[in-house]
């Protein structure tokens, strides 16, 4: 299905989950004229000490 909101074929989504205590987030863009997925990445969200800085591990 084309991107609803705009003329642009390629839509983005992302979302932000906890599991086991752990956070992970997965974006990843489609292009829906090519019918091919252009960027998709799955990573670890990790705070530090203090519980403000983020560290991103990729999978």
Known sequence: ?????????????????????KKYAYNFKYNDEKEEYIYDKFIEIEKDQYGTSERLHDF
């Open 1 to 21: 299905m084309p991107n609803i909101f705009t003329n642009n074929p390629v839509c983005e989504l992302g979302i932000t989950f906890l599991y086991e205590g």
